[in-house]
């Protein structure tokens, strides 16, 4: 991705820690969670960080360490609608499926597990949040871009 595409609140070291969060996450469910992108019928596509087929696992990874901010809450929740829309429209075995919101940091997940309405619509909709700590060399690099982005 170039600079010009992207947004203010993503990095190079957002992407490479999102990354590595899937791929520890996968490591630790002891699937193949692969990033994956569909084509869809009325044009456009969309884009999943974390994708298995068997057993059906979709995931949205964030790569924030500290609380949400609100254009970054709303960010969460348009990654979990895109879960929903993915687990309606693409997914086959629609009985059977995770849904994960993977976050880098516990105090980043936390709005998303209180009583806010956006955790009670979360857990309304079966969309799981989970946690993997980042080792310290990407958490470094995540603070460091965080300072950059919020100068």
Not at 6 to 32: H, I, M, P, Y
Not at 73 to 102: C, Y
């Amino acid at each position: 991705m170039t600079k010009e595409n992207q947004s203010a609140g993503d990095s190079t070291e957002q992407q490479e820690a999102e990354k590595w969060l899937v791929s520890a996450f996968s490591n630790k469910l002891g699937v193949n969670l692969v990033k994956r992108k569909w084509s869809l019928p009325q044009g456009n596509w969309i884009e999943i960080d974390g994708f298995c087929n068997s057993p059906t696992i979709l995931c949205e990874a964030w790569a924030h360490i500290g609380s949400a901010k609100s254009a970054q809450k709303n960010k969460i929740m348009t990654d979990a609608l895109k879960l929903l829309f993915a687990s309606k429209f693409i997914v086959k075995n629609k009985n059977k499926q995770t849904l994960i919101l993977l976050f880098a940091d516990k105090d980043a997940s936390m709005h998303f597990q209180g009583k806010s309405w956006m955790a009670q619509c979360l857990k309304r909709y079966n969309i799981r949040i989970k946690v993997v700590n980042l080792p310290k060399r990407l958490k470094d690099k995540i603070l460091n871009a965080q300072q950059k982005q919020y100068r």
